[in-house]
């Protein structure tokens, strides 16, 4: 008995908890959502670039022996 007792004080703790959860708006979410996608976006570009300039400068230096 104790034991359903305890069972039901957690899920009424559960719920307590859960209704003070403040969720952010539709509009918050796909803004910041586009954000991630621009910064991942623009971080692959930039060390593509890293990547290929460093690529570049090896080749060069290595075919020089």
Do not use: N, P
Not at 37 to 48: D, E, I, P, Q, W
């Amino acid at each position: 008995m104790a034991f359903i007792k305890s069972i039901l004080l957690f899920a009424q703790q559960v719920r307590t908890e859960v209704s003070k959860i403040v969720w952010t708006s539709r509009r918050d979410l796909l803004v910041t959502t586009g954000m991630v996608f621009l910064m991942a976006t623009v971080a692959s570009l930039f060390f593509f670039l890293v990547d290929q300039v460093i690529r570049l400068g090896l080749t060069g230096l290595l075919g020089l022996f």
